[in-house]
C-alpha cells in the first residue's frame, strides 16, 4: 500500500467559511500539439481547524479523509502570511 501523503502549495483564494479555505495550486503543463508550456490551476477546499489563514496566503496543504462532499484536504501549514 502507498503510504506517502500528497502535500500540495497554493494560494488562499478564500477563507470566508468556518473551518474552511479554498487553495488555488497552479502547475506547469506542456501543450501536446504547440510544446509550450501553459500554466493550469486547480481550487481545492481544505479544512482549517483554527480559522487562521486569510486570503493572500501561500499554504501546504496535504490529502486527508473526507471531511465533506467536497473537502477531503487540510491544512499543513501556512509557509507565507499575506502582507
Not at 501536446?32 to 508550456?37: F, I, L
Not at 479544512?47 to 489563514?53: A, F, G, V
Request: with cysteine; aromatic share 8%.
Amino acid at each position: 500500500m502507498n503510504d506517502q501523503v500528497k502535500v500540495l502549495t497554493g494560494v488562499v483564494v478564500s477563507a470566508k467559511r468556518d473551518k474552511t479555505i479554498t487553495v488555488k495550486v497552479e502547475r506547469r503543463a506542456m501543450h501536446p500539439k504547440y510544446k509550450k508550456y501553459i500554466t493550469r490551476s486547480t481550487k481545492f477546499h481544505a479544512h482549517d481547524e483554527l480559522n487562521s489563514c486569510a486570503e493572500g496566503d501561500v499554504v501546504s496543504i496535504r490529502e486527508c479523509r473526507p471531511f465533506s462532499k467536497t473537502k477531503s484536504w487540510l491544512l499543513f501549514e501556512i509557509v507565507e502570511k499575506n502582507k
